[in-house]
């Protein structure tokens, strides 16, 4: 049936867009449960999402950089300014603040005040340990280690553990140089 009053394009792009988001929430809420559910231990399944971001964020650059047009940063500064403001936005459509930055400019912390990830999601107290969005590190280190960077990812802040907002630690521990196949002469 037709609607009473027809909506315009944008309306209804809105709607397939949140809809979009919901089934996303949705389908990675019901991955966690299955992992929870198979593996059993909490810390099991930690590690078990941080790998399937890491295999994703190994494919995501190609995408990422396809994209965004961005190129190379001229430091790890830029790097997370990047992560936070495009990355995130074109993968999880929300963006990040960068802040907590050490002296040396190698750790840094990206805030999320929201995360779709976690919209209707109240962790059992038989999951307390358990990293609900741990797939997102495994990505960023993914993703940077595509582009020569070797980085430690940590949550600081967790929502679902009654935090104020998610923080996520990325510490860069390494830069490896550009390799080369042959050398000028
Ligand atoms: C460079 O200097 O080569 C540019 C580096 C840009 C790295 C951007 C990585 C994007 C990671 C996206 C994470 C999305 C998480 C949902």
Do not use: H
């Not at 340990?129 to 802040?157: D, F, H, P, Q």
């Not at 935090?163 to 042959?182: G, N, R, S, T």
């Amino acid at each position: 049936m037709a609607p009473a009053v027809p909506r315009s394009g944008d309306a209804i792009f809105a709607n397939v867009e949140r809809v979009n988001a919901e089934l996303f929430t949705l389908t990675y809420g019901a991955i966690v449960r299955q992992l929870l559910t198979d593996l059993e231990e909490v810390e099991e399944v930690n590690k078990q999402l941080d790998q399937m971001g890491y295999n994703i964020g190994i494919r995501l650059i190609d995408e990422f950089l396809a994209k965004s047009n961005v190129t190379r940063c001229v430091n790890f500064r830029e790097t997370a300014e990047v992560i936070a403001k495009v990355g995130f936005k074109m993968f999880l459509g929300v963006t990040a603040s960068v802040t907590n930055w050490d002296q040396e400019g190698t750790c840094c912390s990206l805030i999320l005040e929201d995360n779709p990830l976690v919209d209707f999601v109240e962790l059992p107290d038989t999951c307390q340990g358990l990293y609900y969005c741990n797939i997102l590190s495994g990505v960023v280190r993914g993703a940077l280690e595509m582009v020569s960077m070797k980085t430690e990812i940590t949550w600081i802040r967790d929502m679902l553990r009654g935090d104020d907002a998610f923080e996520l630690q990325v510490k860069l521990l390494k830069q490896v140089p550009e390799e080369y196949p042959y050398k000028d002469d």
